[in-house]
């Protein structure tokens, strides 16, 4: 029974976790987004300092689950020097593997370790949270970037 | 025919709890390969089997509309709809079955006053007391009526980790310009048991109607609004038994009578005319539509389950059991608690040092132990302890000191698996 645990809770997961990486606010951000989960309160709020389309460097802070937390972390490795249409691509391949625990065309790398979280439906969201937020930002172009 | 008594399948007159549980269907079965330990009380209740077919008989045999049709099934329905509503003002000693309107649950019950009582009698100025411990149904709906009427909300501060209303303070914010006090009886994140009587006197003292939310007593201890001395008093009847889409707002006649309707339509009114309609008499003047009939008469079984068992009984039973698992659960180490030290409700929340609340429930899940994590709709009384969020086990007259134990155990086992 504890597969579907270890398979949800893999190393990986409890040791971004525990130690996130990029967890941290950018003094540079171009754009800025806060991704709220209103199930249990947490919040996270996203620094994205652009270069023309590319994301090039990346922050976050807030509190969460472990699964919220290291996938922000996760995310922040994984599009560091992607355009924003390959983020929008691995968005919908990470819903995918999310959801239904595998995603069609390539390996998504490290993300991959979140594969598990399809057999507990209600942490999806949860996982999804930063890649919302990640969007937000991205999509928030015209906006006028707030630092507070 | 419908609203029987119903007698405890087991016949026991002393509450034998196994006998108890075993009435309870949903608590017979194997959560993820572990016996289903089920510590989410507060949020809903399991049924017991003489809910169950109080709903299936009347479904099978009596179901109509009420009120309207000259017809035997009709007749059935009314009798059984109208006879419910006799059982809910026995249930909570109201002077008569016309203070007892049914409503879709305590959320209900209370966006009913503040949009009819709330609307007709806030001025700009007039003051709402609430405390910090309610939940977001006894806040958001005043939050809403102050926007409309100009009046001012007022809070009544919670100390800390340990969750009691802070009384010291209540002279200062219970003001003669507080028109309205609206508190909960038994906080469902904390488990502290406010001293309604007291509240109410002293609510009185400044002229100040009060609303005492029941959610998570009703179906728990002996409710008796006259000793209460409340205004208004509402709770869900999912959470004592019930079927889900039921609850209960009681008021005093008086207010009743002088409050205008909420909601327009069939039942609620006496004549009807192209300009202008008369309204019906309490309680149908606050019902309109179609009613849960089959909720209701399933309502009235479950508080004939309950008088069978005993609520003083099961009072002293979740007092226990809250104690016992807070004691229990103060022996792990990194564990935080909330809530009273003592003469808590049958509720714990906790969190365990560097786990969210969140993958506490999901590791407990995975051993059958069904448990509550979030902010429970209390977010301003999870801001003012400093947390997002808080895992819960909350407890009914069925469960047992011996799921307790393997509760505490499983704690320690997701202690072990995130390696704190
Ligand atoms: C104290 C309290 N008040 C109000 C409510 C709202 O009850 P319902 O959702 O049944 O309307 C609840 C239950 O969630 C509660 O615990």
């Known amino acids: ?148 | 025919m419908i609203a029987e008594t119903a007698q405890l399948k087991s016949k026991v007159s002393a509450p034998a709890w196994d006998a108890v549980r075993a009435d309870f269907p949903a608590l017979h079965q194997t959560v993820n390969g572990h016996p289903l330990i089920y510590f989410d009380n507060a949020a809903t209740s399991q049924k017991p089997l003489p809910v169950i077919e109080a709903l299936d008989r009347y479904y099978r045999q009596d179901n109509a509309n009420v009120h309207r049709g000259i017809h035997e099934l009709s007749n059935r329905a009314t009798t059984g709809y109208e006879g419910a509503r006799e059982r809910v003002a026995n249930f909570i000693h109201a002077a008569g079955s016309q203070e007892v309107i049914f409503t879709r649950g305590t959320t209900e019950s209370i966006n009913l006053v503040a949009n009819t009582w709330g609307v007709a009698n806030l001025k700009p100025g007039d003051r709402i007391l609430l405390t910090e411990m309610e939940h977001h149904s006894n806040l958001v709906p005043w939050q809403l009526v102050a926007a409309k009427t100009g009046a001012k909300l007022v809070y009544l501060p919670v100390t800390g980790d340990e969750g009691l209303l802070n009384l010291r303070q209540l002279d200062a914010v219970l003001t003669p310009g507080v028109k309205l006090f609206a508190f909960t009886h038994i906080s469902n994140t904390l488990g502290t048991v406010n001293p309604v009587a007291e509240l109410v006197e002293r609510a009185r003292k400044v002229g100040a109607v009060t609303l005492v939310d029941a959610a998570q007593s009703a179906g728990h201890l002996p409710v008796d609004v006259r000793a209460l001395g409340c205004d208004f008093l509402a709770f869900s009847g999912h959470k004592i038994c019930g079927p889900t889409g039921t609850g209960v707002l009681w008021g005093r006649q008086e207010l009743l009578d002088a409050m205008p309707p909420w909601q327009g339509g069939g039942d609620m009114i006496s004549s009807v005319d192209f300009f202008e309609s008369h309204w019906n008499t309490l309680p149908h003047k606050f019902e309109a539509g179609t009613p849960h009939i089959a909720g209701a008469i399933g309502l009235a079984a479950a508080m004939d389950y309950l008088d069978a068992v005993g609520r003083d009984r099961i009072w002293r039973h979740d007092q226990e059991l809250g104690a016992y698992a807070y004691e229990s659960m103060a022996r792990l180490k990194g564990i935080r608690l909330f809530g009273p030290k003592v003469g808590r409700a049958g509720l714990v929340s906790f969190l365990l040092d560097d786990v969210h609340a969140h993958d506490v429930v999901t590791v407990a899940d995975q051993f059958g132990v069904a448990l509550r994590g979030g902010h429970h709709c209390n977010q301003p009384l999870m801001r003012k302890l400093g947390v997002a969020s808080t895992a819960r086990a909350s407890f009914y007259f069925y469960n047992t000191r011996a799921e307790v134990d393997r509760f505490v155990e499983v704690l320690r086992e997701i202690q072990r698996f995130f390696g704190v």
């Open chain 1, 1 to 148: 029974m504890f597969d579907d645990l270890n398979d949800l809770y893999q190393q990986v997961i409890i040791d971004h976790s525990k130690s996130p990486r990029n967890f941290r606010r950018l003094e540079a951000a171009t754009r800025t987004a806060q991704g709220h989960n209103p199930l249990c309160g947490d919040n996270i709020a996203l620094y994205l300092e652009m270069d023309g389309d590319v994301i090039k460097d990346i922050g976050f802070q807030g509190s969460g689950c472990a699964i919220s937390k290291a996938s922000a972390s996760l995310l922040t490795e994984a599009v560091k020097g992607r355009s924003k249409a390959e983020v929008k691509q691995m968005f919908e391949r990470v819903h995918d593997l999310l959801t239904k625990g595998q995603t069609s065309g390539g390996d998504l790398g490290k993300l991959e370790v979140f594969a598990g979280v399809h057999k507990f439906p209600a942490r999806v969201k949860c996982a999804m949270l930063a890649w919302h937020a990640t969007l937000a930002a991205l999509d928030g172009q015209d906006q006028p970037v707030s630092t507070e």
